[in-house]
Structures are given as C-alpha cells and as structure tokens.
C-alpha cells in the first residue's frame, strides 16, 4: 500500500520568505505526482502536475520537483504572500494493482502566511 | 467548462432523513469518483465509476448509494447517516480510467452535517 508522508505538517511565515513543502512516497511505481491546495472547508484546487518522467514542474511562483526513484517531490513557493495560506496536500497513485482511481494523500502541510 | 460542480454546499439533516448529494461534470470525463473526507485528515476514496458503471466500492456502508444517471452526472443518495459521517464530500473527475495514471479534478465539495 502506497504510504505518504508530508513534512511539515505544518509552517508559518512572515510574507516574502521563500518556501519549501516536502512529500515522500514509498512505492515509486507512479505514473504521476498532484500537488493540491485547499483551502479550510473547500474542496481541492489542483496546482502542480508532474508525470513520472519529468523532473519538475513550474506555474507562476510554485515549482515542484519529483526524484521519482528516492520516492520524494518537493513544493517550492517563492515570495509567499497571506493569499498563499492554505492546506497543501500531495497526492499519488499506484502502479502496482492500485485500485482504479484511488490517490494516496498525505495529510498536508497547513501554511500560514502573515502580513 | 473545466469544473466540476457539487451541490448543495452545504447539508444539515437529521438520522432519519433521505436527502443527495449532487454532482456535475461537462468535460466528457468518463470516471467520476466519490471521496470522503473528516476534520484535519486526507480524503479517503469511497466509490468508483467508469463508463457509468460501479466499478469500486470501497467496502461503504450501504446508507451511502452512488448512482450515475449519465456520463455527466453522479448522485450519492443517503439515509439513515449516523452523526459520524458528517464530513466533506468531494466529487471528482478523470478523463478515462486509465489504470493508475488518473489525473483527477476535483469539485468543491458537500459540507455535510447529520445532527
């Protein structure tokens, strides 16, 4: 069974700082890695999707990255501001005889970001 | 249209009532997916369906019954719920049920409350 694992689970900064948001994962067979924001009591915007045989991943301030074989991806948010706080979820699949359309979450990083 | 939308927002119902939960979807996705998901935990998958067909129950008890009338629409009809299954409903979509290789779009989700 897949197993992810988010680290920290949880951060708070002053507005500016740049950020770093790490997920492992422990069965590598993948075909893909979701990084997912939500928002408290709202449903799940993606913003990242890495396919397993790229490296990384780039939408305006957010770059995420995947080392696929060590079984980690990383978040990074550069020049955070307040409207970037949120819950910061990572998700998988799994190759190997996974349920059809099941992902595995870790439990998220909850980010704060002050004035 | 890349949404996928779930009403009502929000439902309060007592042990008793009948009520349904409401999915949409105008992307010809042909997998749609129901997930539940409690305070400070991850979603957890709860039904499957591809090409409008149940294709995963993930052992949910039966006062939970998914319906998808077409490729467009999922139900989840629900009686008599217990206090404990107050949660966040999430629907969410995927082009084709390509095994392991989902990319999913999630709604916004169904605030439910059973008193």
């Known amino acids: 069974k897949q197993e992810v694992t988010q680290i920290p689970a949880a951060l708070s900064v002053p507005e500016g700082e740049n950020l770093v948001l790490n997920c492992s994962f422990t069965d590598s067979a993948i075909y893909n890695l979701q990084w997912f924001r939500q928002d408290p009591g709202k449903g799940l915007t993606s913003l990242l999707l890495?396919?397993?045989?790229?490296r990384e991943q780039t939408s305006g301030r957010l770059n995420a990255s995947l080392d696929k074989s060590s079984g980690r991806s990383t978040l990074y948010i550069a020049a955070s501001q307040p409207g970037d706080s949120a819950t910061y979820l990572c998700a998988v699949p799994s190759g190997r005889g996974s349920t059809l359309g099941r992902l595995y979450f870790g439990r998220g990083t909850q980010l704060t970001v002050w004035p | 249209d890349t949404e996928v939308t779930q009403t009502p927002k929000h439902l309060v119902m007592g042990m008793t009532n009948k009520k349904s939960l409401k999915c949409e979807q105008h992307m010809g996705h042909r997998a749609m997916y129901w997930y539940k998901q409690k305070a400070k935990k991850p979603p957890e998958l709860m039904f499957v369906y591809s090409y409008e067909k149940l294709s995963i129950n993930e052992s949910v008890p039966s006062r939970f019954s998914p319906e998808c009338p077409n490729s467009s629409l999922l139900n989840l009809h629900l009686h008599a719920l217990q206090p404990e299954d107050s949660a966040l409903y999430l629907c969410?979509?995927?082009?084709?049920?390509?095994?392991?290789?989902?990319?999913?779009?999630f709604g916004a989700g169904s605030r439910l409350t059973v008193l």
């Open positions: 890495i396919q397993s045989s790229q």
């Open positions: 969410a979509s995927s082009p084709a049920p390509v095994f392991g290789a989902n990319v999913l779009t």
